[in-house]
């Protein structure tokens, strides 16, 4: 494909660009380069990337635009990028009705602007020195926002979810008390995805606007809520520590599984190290499987036993999390501490190397198992679904025999037509290609002359009503350019709208 030539500045042309991708249903931006003015995007159905490259144009005032399509995309590639130019010559004539628009004049409804394909009109704004890629700021994102004409954004979808999940944890936060820090965080990272939702959102209800607004007041409700349940809880384990400490001596007296014990000095217990004070239970206590509680450990008490265990060798493998610690030592003995903060206890089990690899086996027996089953229940759900899926076939077997023979006729008759069309376009242009590009090319030279007229006039409102006509025109031989099937367009048919174009544009260049 040819490159395109618009009859605009490098920087409205890809201005332009940038607002039509990012309103694009169909077209994914998969990277930008502001520096080289060069976008690479892709498009559903088509494997590979497009690069479109923006740079200046050989006439004064022209931009030319280059569309890289994958090497193996086909002919539906070639279309995309036809189509790619075209969109961008509409973005561009919506984008200059828009900002060239007097204050006097009434507004049109913006579907119902001119969308034509090559020139973008972008008067200088007042004090800029007359440059035209310092014009007005285009109102067109706001319109296409309020009608919902581009995507809800994702990031504003982000800070939702995230202050919604603050929110609920603000909730929970005045009956479990967590710490401060916790709804910091939380408040940080919702705050920041609010801002960042906000920079990249426009004005309205539809593209996420309101959404991170809504996601901002929800973050501050939570975080206030957050934070009075960090306060009561800071004031309640005060009270509890304090009454923890005045009764713990007479609870661990009375309590049965709190009492004085020996530490294991044979089989897998003795490779663990013995606690300062050994005071608890002992569940089990056999040659390859040692547990054990203790009792009365602080937070002092349990970091100095965690200290001792890891000099014992204890650091293999190891998993660590708040109050919890598990390893393995030379040997392969594996150990795990489980501390009890505000019950003062410390759950100590040991395993030989032997025992923890059985009972690895044992667990990994059991996953094989329930993923035979869920794997046999699945396998008669699609039996199920085959039979009633090959029961459903069998009674369409004679409509389809029915259908596929009208198709066959119907096809010789496509085949013979076709045979005929590209035998009368073999050394031309196909007519209804002609015929419609002729007519597209005819009513711009109208449209021009109107323009010319409509500037030496002084720009009468009573030329409005001749105006709005034309729009009408323009949209029916547009309907009629976007009707034609250009899959079956030959080289001489693109050749031909090329042309045409190019002409169009210079037609529209003198104008302006």
């Known amino acids: 494909m040819a490159d395109q030539i618009y009859m605009a500045s490098v920087e409205s042309t890809y201005a332009a660009m940038e607002q039509m991708l990012q309103f694009s249903a169909v077209l994914d931006v998969v990277s930008r380069n502001a520096d080289e003015r060069t976008v690479t995007f892709s498009v559903p159905g088509i494997n590979g990337l497009f690069t479109a490259k923006v740079a200046e144009g050989d006439a004064a005032g022209s931009s030319k635009v280059t569309v890289t399509a994958p090497i193996d995309g086909g002919d539906k590639a070639q279309e995309s990028v036809a189509k790619f130019y075209k969109d961008l010559g509409d973005q561009l004539m919506v984008q200059g009705a828009v900002q060239s628009a007097p204050q006097q004049t009434p507004v049109f409804d913006a579907q119902n602007q001119p969308t034509q394909t090559f020139q973008a009109p972008v008067p200088a704004a007042?004090?800029?020195?007359?440059?035209?890629?310092?014009?007005?700021?285009?109102?067109?994102?706001?319109?296409?926002?309020?009608?919902?004409?581009?995507?809800?954004?994702?990031?504003?979808?982000?800070?939702?979810?995230?202050?919604?999940?603050?929110?609920?944890?603000?909730?929970?936060?005045?009956?479990?008390?967590?710490?401060?820090?916790?709804?910091?965080?939380?408040?940080?990272?919702?705050?920041?995805?609010?801002?960042?939702?906000?920079?990249?959102?426009q004005p309205g209800r539809e593209h996420g606007r309101m959404l991170t607004v809504v996601a901002a007041g929800v973050t501050v409700v939570a975080l206030t809520l957050s934070l009075v349940g960090a306060a009561g809880g800071s004031k309640s384990h005060g009270s509890m520590k304090e009454a923890s400490s005045s009764s713990s001596p007479s609870s661990s007296d009375d309590d049965p599984f709190c009492k004085p014990i020996s530490w294991p000095s044979a089989g897998v217990g003795a490779k663990a190290p013995k606690p300062n004070s050994l005071k608890g239970y002992v569940w089990t206590d056999d040659a390859d499987y040692v547990n054990i509680k203790l009792c009365d450990v602080d937070d002092a008490a349990y970091t100095d036993y965690l200290n001792k265990v890891k000099d014992s060798g204890f650091v293999e493998d190891y998993k660590s999390t708040s109050g919890d610690y598990s390893a393995k030592d030379s040997e392969g003995n594996f150990i795990d501490l489980t501390f009890f903060s505000s019950l003062t206890e410390l759950d100590v089990t040991v395993k030989s190397a032997e025992r923890y690899q059985n009972d690895l086996s044992e667990k990994e027996k059991q996953e094989e198992e329930a993923e035979a089953k869920k794997k046999a229940e699945e396998e008669a759900k699609n039996k199920a679904e085959a039979e009633k899926a090959a029961a459903e076939e069998a009674k369409k077997a004679e409509e389809e025999q029915k259908r596929?023979?009208?198709?066959?006729?119907?096809?010789?008759?496509?085949?013979?037509?076709?045979?005929?069309?590209?035998?009368?376009?073999?050394?031309?242009?196909?007519?209804?290609?002609?015929?419609?590009?002729?007519?597209?090319?005819?009513?711009?030279?109208?449209?021009?002359?109107?323009?010319?007229?409509?500037?030496?006039?002084?720009?009468?409102?009573?030329?409005?009503?001749?105006?709005?006509?034309?729009?009408?025109?323009?949209?029916?031989?547009?309907?009629?350019?976007?009707?034609?099937?250009?899959?079956?367009?030959?080289?001489?048919?693109?050749?031909?709208?090329?042309?045409?174009?190019?002409?169009?544009?210079?037609?529209?260049?003198?104008v302006s």
């Open 126 to 201: 007042a004090g800029n020195g007359g440059n035209p890629a310092q014009g007005t700021k285009n109102k067109f994102v706001a319109m296409l926002t309020d009608t919902n004409t581009g995507k809800t954004s994702v990031m504003a979808i982000a800070a939702a979810v995230v202050s919604a999940v603050f929110l609920i944890f603000g909730f929970v936060s005045l009956g479990m008390h967590p710490p401060v820090v916790v709804g910091i965080i939380f408040a940080v990272v919702a705050a920041v995805l609010c801002a960042l939702a906000y920079t990249k959102t």
């Open 404 to 510: 596929l023979a009208e198709e066959e006729k119907k096809l010789k008759e496509e085949a013979a037509e076709k045979q005929n069309t590209q035998s009368n376009a073999a050394n031309g242009v196909t007519p209804d290609v002609k015929e419609a590009l002729d007519g597209y090319e005819t009513f711009m030279n109208k449209y021009c002359d109107f323009m010319e007229k409509y500037a030496k006039e002084g720009r009468p409102a009573g030329m409005l009503t001749d105006y709005l006509e034309m729009l009408n025109e323009y949209t029916d031989y547009t309907q009629k350019l976007s009707n034609l099937d250009q899959s079956a367009w030959t080289d001489a048919d693109m050749n031909y709208f090329i042309e045409v174009t190019n002409r169009v544009n210079q037609r529209l260049a003198s």
